[in-house]
Nanobody, 121 residues
Framework: QVQLVQSGGGFVQAGGSLRLSCAASGRIFSFNYVDWYRQAPGKQRELVAGITGGGRANAVDSVKGRFTISRDAAKNTMYLQMNSLKPEDTAVYYC???????????????WGQGTQVTVSS
């Protein structure tokens, strides 16, 4: 099995930066994709950004130019660099990743535990 452990996040003033990490461990054959989601109080979880194993990245318009998604393949760790943070970015952030776990195409998909990001005005 695979486990995802998130780190980073915290409290920052508007205009500041934070980096979230999502570290994967376990039986990993290759990386398929990771998506970062966020959920603000009273709102539905929304997709923020994602990157595929082929390196294709995307992000929602509200974070384009401010958030950057990347990964360190050697460490099986995915990152969400968040710059120019705004109060409306306040939410719990989750990573959702999929990995191939064997040579026959078996896959595993799971979620990190979530991490709080709070941006003050």
């Amino acid at each position: 099995q695979v486990q995802l452990v998130q780190s980073g996040g915290g409290f920052v003033q508007a205009g500041g930066s934070l980096r979230l990490s999502c570290a994967a461990s376990g039986r990993i054959f290759s990386f398929n994709y990771v998506d970062w989601y966020r959920q603000a109080p009273g709102k539905q979880r929304e997709l923020v950004a994602g990157i595929t194993g082929g390196g294709r990245a995307n992000a929602v318009d509200s974070v384009k130019g401010r958030f950057t998604i990347s990964r360190d393949a050697a460490k099986n760790t995915m990152y969400l660099q968040m710059n120019s943070l705004k109060p409306e970015d306040t939410a719990v952030y989750y990573c959702n990743a999929e990995f191939q776990i064997d040579s026959e195409g078996g896959t595993w998909n799971g979620w990190g535990q979530g991490t709080q990001v709070t941006v003050s005005s």
